[in-house]
C-alpha cells in the first residue's frame, strides 16, 4: 500500500522524539533534587526491555538465472533471492519477565517484525511460565525447571537464541531450511534436569520436550494435532581456567501414526568451544562451535537423509571489537547429491553491550547449478533499553 | 499570555514558514524521485560535518560560519556521491547506497562527538535542533538564501522537473543527467544545511516529506500540491508551535508529532471519502481507534510505579539511601513529624541513626521521646549519636531516661560518656557508675576516661592510682552530702 | 570383636549424623571469610575463581551443578553479582533463593558510598545502590562476617555458639591487624571502630595522646595518608577512604567503559596537576592505558588483584590487606 513508506517515516520519526524527550527529561532531573531509584523490578510491575534490530542487505546473485528454490523448502527464508536490498527496522522485540509467585516465573517475548520491508507482523515469539518447584510435593527432583507454553525448543545451540543474540546476523541457511524462518518454536511443555555426574567440572543437561508436532520447514504440511517429542542432552566441561567445551547432542522425534502425513525426525550434533581469560577477559576471547544436523523425511527419495552442518568461530581483539566467520553447509533435501555451501566474515562493534554494530559479507554457492553463487553485504545495528536480563551463558556479550 | 506567546513565537514560526516554503517544493521532487532517505542522509552528513568542525577545535556557537563551512562542505560531498551513484539501470537500487550512508554519518557522528567533552550535547542540538533560539539575523540570511535558490530553482525550473519526473526522458532529450543531478544536490545540499543548523536534522526531514506526501493525497496537479503542501505546512506549523509554547513541550518534536497525526488525518479523511460506503469505512475506522486505545491502556496498565519524588514519598521509600537524603532535608519542617517518628523505628541502623542526628539538630520537644527511645538501640551507632544530641540539647529532664539508659549499657565507652551526661545535669547517679568504670577489670582508656570525668565534675582528692576501696568508700561517705555547683559544673563535699 | 564395632558404630554416629553446612560463596573472599566463621562445621566452595572479574562472570552448567546441593548462598549483593540470580534460577535449588534463609546478603546494614543521582546508563555501568567493592574495608569485613555469622546460625541454629566464637574471634583479629595489638588491648575494638567509622580516629588518637601506640595496617598505610592515587576502576573508594588517601579520578572514562584518546589527556593532564605518583590497576583490567599515562608523567603502575587467591602471597584477607599495602607503598 502506498501508505506504507510514509508511515515507515513517521514511526521512525517517533522513536527519534522518544529518544529526545528522555535527553530532556534527563537534563530537568538534572536540575531537580537527588533521586535515586531501586535496579530490582517492583513485584508487581513486570522487567521490560525492548531490543531493537535493524537490518540492511545488499546482495545479488552471479548471473540472474533463476534457481529452484522450492528445494529449500517451502517457508524457507530465500538467502540471496529474499535480500530486498534495503536498510529497515527488521525486529522490535518486547522482552516482559516477572515473578508470578513463589512458584514460577513468567516470560513473555512479544516480536514486532518487517521480515522484508513493508510486510508487517506480530507474533508471541515466546510466551511461558516456568515451574522452579512442583506444586504439593514443593521440591525440584534433579534440579527440575519446568516449562510450559510457547518457547524456542532446545534443538542444539542455535535455536535457542533469539536473532538479536545471535554472532552474526542471520541464521545459517541450513536451520531456516530445516525448521522455518525463526527456527523451531513450538507450543508444549519442556522439563530440564541436571543430571548428577562425578566431579565439580562438568555438569550434564538434559531436556526433554513434548511439543505440537508437524509443520517443520522439511515436511510440507503444517498440522499440529500430533505431538513431537525432542530431547536434548549437553555436556559441559571447564577444562580449566577460561577454557570451557560443550558438546550436546539432539534429536527430534515425530511417532509413526496412521495419518495420511509422514511424521519427520531430526537428529543433531553440536559443540562449542569458548576461551576467555580471567586476566584481561574483557578485551580478548574466543569462541568456536558448531552443529550438525540430519533429517529424516519419509516422504523423500529413499535413502534420501539429508544433511547439514555449520561452523562458527569468533575472535575478540579488544574491548569492543570482534570478528567472526562461519563455513555452512547443506544438502538439497530432495535430492542429496546437490548441495549448498558457503562462507561469510562478520566484524562486530559494540559501543557498550547495549549499543551493537555489525557487517557482514556472505557468499553462498549451490551446487545444482554450478557457479551459481550469491553475494551478499549486510549490515545490523542492534540496541537494547530496560531492565535488560542477563546474557544466557553461551552468548558472549 | 497573547502577547507573550507572540514575542517568543514569531521568529520560530517565521522560522518554520520559510523552512516549509523552500522544503515543500524539494520534497515533491524527492518523493518524484522515490529517494526519500536521501534529505535525511543530507542532513545526516551535514551534522556530521558540523561535529567534524568541532573536532577541529571550532566551537559551535562561536564559530558558527565556520562550523557551517564545514557543513556545507561534507554537503557538497555527500551530494557529488549520491549524484555520481544514481546509476542507470539500479543493478544496486540508490536507495541501499543513501541508507547505509545515512547510517555510516549517523554512526560517524556518534563516534565523533564520544571524543568531545560535551559530545551528548552536541548531538542532540543537531537531531533536535534549536528552533526556539532562532534569531531574527540568521532568519534574514536564511529567507536571503532560500530565496536566490528558490529563484535559480524556478529559472531552470523545467531541467529540474523533467529530471525528477522523468529521467529517461530527460536523458534522451540530451539533458545531461548527471550534471544537473548535482545541481539539484548542491542547491539541496545548502538548503539542507542552514536548515539543519536552525531546525536539527529531524524537523528539517519531516518538513521535506510529510507536507509533499499530504499534497500528493490531496492535489494532482504540480501547482495544486505546491499551494496545498505550502498551506499545510504553515498550518500545521503554526499548531505545533502553538501547542508546544502551551504545554511547555520542546518545539521541534512537537511540530513533528503534529504532521505526523496532520498526515494520518489527511489519509483517513481521503479513504473514508473516496471509498464506495463511507459510512462504513468510518465505522472500520472508528473500530481501530477504539481497538488502538484499548491496545493503549493494556499497556499504561504495565507502566513502572512512579518514582519518588516529593520528601514525603522519599520518606516512605524502601530504598534506604532515599530515606537517609530525605532525611538529610527534612530541616525544620513539622508536617514530616510523623513520619520521622516512624523513622525512629527504620529497620537500618544508619537511618534510626539519622532521625538522632535529626532530633538533635532541631531540638524541638516533640522529637525527645524519641531521642529517648534511640538512647537504648541496639546498635551502638545510634545510641551514640542519640547520646550526642542530649548532651547537645542539655535539658534536665533527660535526667531520668539517661539514669535508666546507663544502667543497660553494656559498651563501656558509652556508658562512661552517658554518666558524665548526668554529672554535667548536676545528677550525681552518674559517679558510682564511673567508680564503677574505673576498676581494674576494665580497659586501660576506660579507666582513664572514667577517672577524667569523675576528677572534672567532681570534687575529690584521690589520685588515678589510688585504691578502687578508696573511690568506693568516697562515695559510701558522701553521697548525700554532694552540692552540685551548676557555673563551675561540680560536685563539692558540704 | 563385636563389641569393639559396636563401639566403633555407636561413636561414628555423631559424626555422620553432623555433616557439613554446605555454603556457595559468588566470591572467593566470601569464601575466605566463611571458612573462618564457620570452622569444621562448614565446607565452602566459590563459585567465581580468584582473578575473574565479578562483574562479568558468565556463569555455566558447572556454577549451577555446585550451587544445587548448597544449604547457603552468599554474596556481597547490591548489583555486583548480578549473574548470581541466574545460577540459582537455574540450579533449581530451593534453599538459597531471594528471601529465604539459606541466602545471605553480605552487604545488609552496611553503609555505602558512591550512590549515583541520575540513574542512567548515559553514564556507563553504574551501581543504581552504592560501591559494592565493601570487602576492601577492614571495618566493613566486620560486619560482612557478622552478617554471614548470623545467616548460618538461622541455618543451622545448633551450632550458633560456635558461629559467634568464631566470629568474635575474626573480629579480635581484624582488630588486631588493622590497630595494632597495643591499641586494641588498652582501648578496645568496639570503640576503636566506632570511632572509625565516625572518621574521627586520628582525632581521637591525637586527643587521648595515643598516637606512638597506633600499630598494624594503619601504622602501614601511614606514608598513604593524604597522597593521590589514580585508579583504573571505582574499586578503591572504601580501601581510600579508610587508609586516608584520595583518588582524584578514575582512568576509566565511565565505568565499564575504556578510555577515549581524549580523556586519557585529561587524566594525564589531572596526574601532573595533582603529583600523582601511583596509578592502579585491578588484575582483570587492561593496563595499556596505565601504562601510557605513566610513560607521559612519570607516576609508576601497580596492577593487584582486589580478592584473594590470585597471588600466592596473598591467600587470604589479611595478607591480602598486607600484600595491597605493601604494593602501594612501594615496599615489595
Not at chain 1, 364 to 382: H, I, K, P, T, Y
Not at chain 2, 386 to 403: C, I, K, Q, T
Not at chain 3, 181 to 194: F, N, P, S
Request: charged share 20%; proline share 5%.
Amino acid at each position: 500500500m502506498k501508505l506504507f513508506p510514509p508511515l515507515l517515516i513517521i514511526i521512525s520519526i517517533s522513536l527519534h522524539a522518544d529518544q529526545i524527550d528522555s535527553l530532556q527529561a534527563q537534563i530537568d532531573q538534572l536540575k531537580e533534587q537527588v533521586n535515586t531509584r531501586q535496579e530490582r523490578a517492583s513485584t508487581f510491575n513486570p522487567g521490560i526491555t525492548v531490543f531493537g534490530n535493524l537490518f540492511g542487505c545488499l546482495g545479488g546473485a552471479d548471473d540472474e538465472v533463476e534457481h529452484d528454490h522450492g528445494a529449500e523448502g517451502h517457508e524457507g527464508h530465500h538467502h540471496g533471492a529474499a535480500c530486498p536490498n534495503s536498510l529497515w527496522l527488521r525486529e522490535v522485540e518486547l522482552d516482559f519477565r516477572a515473578s508470578v509467585d513463589p512458584w514460577a516465573d513468567a516470560v513473555l517475548i512479544l516480536s514486532l517484525e518487517q521480515e522484508q520491508p513493508g510486510i508487517f507482523s506480530a507474533e508471541v515469539e515466546e510466551g511461558y511460565v516456568t515451574l522452579r518447584q512442583l506444586p504439593v510435593i514443593n521440591a525440584a527432583p534433579l534440579g527440575l525447571k519446568l516449562k510450559a507454553g510457547r518457547f524456542l525448543t532446545s534443538f542444539g545451540r542455535f535455536n535457542k537464541i533469539h536473532l538479536h543474540d545471535l554472532p552474526q546476523p542471520t541464521l545459517p541457511f541450513i536451520m531456516t531450511a530445516f525448521f522455518g524462518d525463526h527456527g523451531l518454536a513450538r507450543n508444549g511443555v519442556s522439563a530440564q534436569f541436571l543430571i548428577p555426574t562425578p566431579g565439580d567440572d562438568n555438569a550434564l543437561t538434559a531436556t526433554i520436550e513434548v511439543v505440537g508436532g508437524g509443520g517443520i520447514a522439511l515436511s510440507p504440511i503444517e498440522d499440529h494435532t500430533w505431538p513431537g517429542f525432542l530431547g536434548h542432552l549437553g555436556w559441559f566441561f571447564n577444562l580449566s581456567d577460561g577454557h570451557d567445551l560443550e558438546l550436546g547432542a539432539s534429536a527430534y522425534v515425530e511417532p509413526q501414526n496412521n495419518k495420511p502425513v509422514k511424521p519427520v525426525q531430526v537428529y543433531g550434533g553440536d559443540f562449542n568451544y569458548k576461551w576467555k581469560p580471567f586476566d584481561r577477559g574483557e578485551w580478548r576471547s574466543f569462541l568456536f562451535g558448531g552443529e550438525a544436523f540430519l533429517a529424516n523425511v519419509p516422504d523423500q527419495i529413499s535413502g534420501n537423509l539429508p544433511f547439514g552442518f555449520f561452523a562458527w568461530s569468533q575472535y575478540q581483539f579488544n574491548q569492543n571489537a570482534y570478528l567472526g566467520l562461519r563455513y555452512t553447509y547443506g544438502q538439497n533435501l530432495i535430492d542429496r547429491t546437490h548441495y549448498k555451501h558457503g562462507v561469510g566474515m562478520f566484524f562486530t562493534y559494540y559501543t557498550t553491550e547495549f549499543l551493537r554494530f555489525r557487517f557482514g559479507y556472505e557468499r553462498l554457492v549451490d551446487r545444482v547449478v554450478a557457479s551459481a553463487g550469491e553475494n551478499q553485504v549486510m549490515f545490523e545495528l542492534n540496541f537494547v533499553f530496560g531492565s535488560h536480563p542477563v546474557e544466557p551463558y553461551w552468548v558472549n556479550r | 499570555m497573547m502577547s507573550d506567546f507572540i514575542a517568543a513565537m514569531t521568529y520560530p514560526f517565521l522560522a518554520c514558514l520559510l523552512l516549509a516554503g523552500i522544503h515543500v517544493y524539494l520534497g515533491i521532487h524527492v518523493l518524484a524521485r522515490k529517494v526519500i532517505f536521501v534529505d535525511l542522509a543530507l542532513a545526516q552528513i551535514a551534522a556530521f560535518g558540523a561535529v567534524y568542525g568541532v573536532l577541529l577545535g571550532y566551537e559551535m556557537h562561536d564559530d558558527a560560519w565556520a562550523i557551517k563551512g564545514f557543513s556545507l562542505a561534507f554537503a557538497i560531498l555527500g551530494a557529488a556521491v549520491f549524484s555520481l551513484t544514481r546509476m542507470r539501470h539500479e543493478r544496486i537500487p540508490h536507495e541501499a547506497i543513501i541508507g547505509i550512508t545515512y547510517a555510516g554519518a549517523l554512526s560517524a557522528t556518534i563516534l565523533a562527538s564520544a571524543n568531545l567533552a560535551h559530545g551528548a550535547d552536541e548531538v542532540r542540538d543537531l537531531l533536535a535542533g534549536s528552533i526556539l533560539w532562532v534569531q531574527g539575523d540568521v532568519l534574514i540570511a536564511t529567507a536571503i538564501l532560500y530565496a536566490l535558490v528558490g529563484l535559480f530553482h524556478y529559472l531552470f525550473r523545467h531541467k529540474f522537473l523533467q529530471l525528477s519526473l522523468n529521467p529517461e526522458l530527460a536523458e534522451q532529450q540530451g539533458l545531461s543527467v548527471r550534471w544537473w543531478d548535482f545541481l539539484f544536490y548542491l542547491t539541496f545540499g545548502f538548503i539542507v544545511t542552514s536548515s539543519v543548523a536552525i531546525a536539527g536534522v529531524l524537523l528539517v526531514f519531516s518538513y521535506l516529506v510529510i507536507p509533499a506526501v499530504i499534497a500528493m493525497l490531496l492535489a494532482q496537479s504540480l501547482t495544486g500540491r505546491l499551494i496545498v503542501g505550502w498551506i499545510v505546512g504553515a498550518l500545521v506549523s503554526f499548531l505545533g508551535v502553538a501547542i508546544s509554547y502551551a504545554g511547555d513541550l520542546p518545539s521541534g518534536p512537537t511540530i513533528v508529532v503534529s504532521f505526523a497525526l496532520a498526515l494520518v488525518l489527511v489519509a483517513l479523511v481521503r479513504f473514508i471519502w473516496l471509498a464506495k460506503s463511507p459510512l462504513l469505512q468510518l465505522g472500520k475506522v472508528l473500530a481501530g481507534l477504539v481497538a488502538l486505545c484499548l491496545f493503549l491502556s493494556a499497556t499504561w496498565a504495565f507502566r513502572r510505579k512512579e518514582e519518588p519524588h516529593t520528601l514525603k514519598e522519599l520518606l516512605q521509600s524502601t530504598n534506604k539511601n532515599e530515606r537517609l537524603v530525605a532525611l538529610t532535608q527534612v530541616d525544620g519542617h513539622r508536617e514530616y513529624d510523623d513520619l520521622v517518628k516512624r523513622l525512629a523505628h527504620d529497620p537500618e541502623s544508619e537511618v534510626r541513626q539519622q532521625v538522632a542526628r535529626l532530633i538533635g539538630s532541631q531540638g524541638r520537644a516533640s522529637g525527645l521521646p524519641m531521642l529517648y527511645e534511640l538512647l537504648i538501640d541496639e546498635s551502638d551507632d545510634v545510641r551514640e549519636e542519640a547520646l550526642r544530641a542530649v548532651r547537645h540539647l542539655n535539658l534536665p529532664e533527660s535526667a531520668e531516661p539517661l539514669a535508666k539508659a546507663v544502667q543497660k549499657e553494656k559498651d563501656p565507652y558509652l556508658k562512661v560518656e552517658m554518666a558524665e551526661a548526668l554529672l554535667e545535669l548536676g545528677d550525681k547517679r552518674g559517679i558510682p557508675v564511673l567508680i564503677d568504670m574505673m576498676d581494674p577489670g576494665q580497659m586501660v582508656q576506660v579507666r582513664k576516661d572514667a577517672y577524667e570525668h569523675l576528677s572534672a565534675h567532681v570534687k575529690l582528692d584521690l589520685p588515678f592510682s589510688a585504691e578502687m576501696a578508696s573511690f568506693r568508700r568516697f562515695w559510701q561517705q558522701n553521697q548525700n552530702k554532694l552540692r552540685w555547683l551548676p557555673e563551675a559544673r561540680i560536685f563539692v563535699v558540704k | 570383636m563385636i563389641r569393639f564395632f559396636a563401639l566403633l558404630v555407636i561413636f561414628a554416629i555423631p559424626l555422620w549424623a553432623s555433616k557439613p553446612l554446605q555454603v556457595v560463596t559468588t566470591l572467593p573472599i566470601l569464601q575466605s571469610i566463611a571458612k573462618a566463621i564457620g570452622g569444621a562445621d562448614v565446607e565452602v566452595k566459590s563459585l567465581g575463581r580468584p582473578g575473574q572479574d565479578p562483574h562479568f562472570i558468565q556463569p555455566g552448567p558447572d556454577l549451577w551443578k555446585k550451587t544445587r546441593k548448597a544449604d547457603v548462598l552468599i554474596e556481597i549483593g547490591l548489583n555486583l553479582e548480578l549473574w548470581a540470580q541466574k545460577v540459582v534460577d537455574e540450579s533449581g535449588n530451593l534453599k538459597v533463593r531471594n528471601g529465604q534463609p539459606g541466602r545471605i546478603v553480605a552487604s545488609a546494614g552496611i553503609a555505602v558510598v558512591d550512590v549515583p543521582k541520575v540513574l542512567s546508563r548515559e553514564f556507563g555501568d553504574v551501581h543504581p545502590d552504592g560501591n559494592p567493592h565493601i570487602w576492601l574495608d577492614p571495618i566493613r569485613v566486620k560486619k560482612i562476617a557478622a552478617n554471614i555469622a548470623r545467616g548460618f546460625s538461622l541455618v543451622d541454629p545448633t551450632h550458633r555458639d560456635t558461629y559467634n566464637l568464631n566470629l568474635q574471634s575474626f573480629q579480635k583479629r581484624i582488630d588486631e591487624a588493622l590497630f595494632g595489638e597495643q591499641l586494641v588491648r588498652e582501648v578496645g575494638g568496639e570503640k576503636l571502630t566506632r570511632e572509625c567509622e565516625a572518621g574521627n580516629l586520628f582525632r581521637y588518637l591525637k586527643d587521648k595522646k595515643l598516637e606512638s601506640k597506633l600499630g598494624g595496617w594503619f601504622k602501614k598505610a601511614a606514608p598513604l595518608r593524604g597522597q593521590k592515587i589514580v585508579t583504573y576502576h571505582k574499586s578503591w573508594s572504601y580501601f581510600a577512604d579508610r587508609f586516608g588517601f584520595t583518588v582524584p579520578t578514575e582512568i576509566e572514562e565511565k565505568p565499564g567503559i575504556s578510555p577515549s584518546l581524549k580523556y586519557r589527556d585529561e587524566v594525564i593532564a589531572l596526574v601532573k596537576q595533582d603529583n600523582v605518583k601511583t596509578l592502579v590497576v585491578d588484575s582483570y583490567y587492561d593496563r595499556s592505558a596505565a601504562d601510557y599515562i605513566a610513560g607521559k608523567t612519570g607516576a609508576r603502575v601497580i596492577q593487584v588483584p582486589i580478592d584473594v587467591g590470585y597471588v600466592k602471597v596473598a591467600g587470604d584477607y589479611f595478607s591480602l590487606i598486607d600484600y595491597l599495602l605493601d604494593q602501594l607503598n612501594g615496599t615489595k
